[in-house]
């Protein structure tokens, strides 16, 4: 399996102790633009980050190490990102640069990024055994195994990634990668029970 592309930027915005046991992804927006974005992360003060960040024209960023057993890139198995309140121990966070003055339509969820972030959860579905699979509608605030949006989460209070975030969409493209991801074996070794890869 081929690691996505993306580069590292640290946030200090995290939590150690007991690691990160993954079941899901939420999908998040970060109403502002995305140099912004990544630049609050960066702040202690801000007190939030998430694993990525997406812009609308694709480029992208990781900020927080993914725990282990991730094959390649910064990691460590006991930290988490602080995107979600109680949920941060069991869901990877991805930011996408929507949510803001001039970005807040149904066209919004550009083809770019909706691309860039599908990638990255079809590599986190596919090295953590996440389900491609959305259970809950927006309406519903509930622990999940897949994906969701910021809304489902309990103890949550944000309406992120609103209305128009194009599921079907993103689901499709998410396993659109997997099936490729999944055709590329990594060189290394490393197994996870049911999804062993050679
Ligand atoms: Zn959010």
Not at 120 to 128: G, Q, R
Not at 143 to 155: D, R, S
Not at 172 to 187: F, H, I, K, N, T
């Amino acid at each position: 399996m081929t690691r996505p592309d993306v580069g590292y930027t640290n946030s200090p915005n995290r939590s150690g102790g007991t690691p990160m046991a993954p079941q899901g992804i939420v999908i998040h927006y970060t109403a502002g633009k995305y140099d912004g974005a990544v630049g609050w992360f960066q702040n202690p003060a801000a007190k939030v980050s998430a694993h990525f960040v997406v812009a609308r024209d694709g480029r992208r960023v990781q900020m927080v190490p993914l725990p282990d057993p991730d094959s390649e890139g910064p990691r460590d198995g006991k930290y988490k990102a602080w995107h979600c309140m109680g949920g941060n121990s069991v869901y990877f966070g991805i930011e996408h640069e929507f949510g803001y003055t001039g970005a807040t339509g149904a066209a919004d969820w550009t083809d770019e990024m909706l691309d860039s972030s599908a990638e990255l959860s079809a590599y986190l579905c596919s090295v953590y055994g996440i389900p491609v699979d959305r259970p809950l509608d927006e309406n519903t605030r509930d622990w999940f195994t897949g994906l969701g949006g910021h809304y489902n989460v309990p103890g949550n209070d944000h309406t992120d990634p609103g209305p128009y975030f194009p599921w079907d969409s993103y689901l499709d493209r998410v396993r659109g990668y997997s099936a490729r991801m999944l055709e590329s074996p990594p060189e290394g070794v490393f197994a996870i029970a049911g999804h062993r890869t050679l």
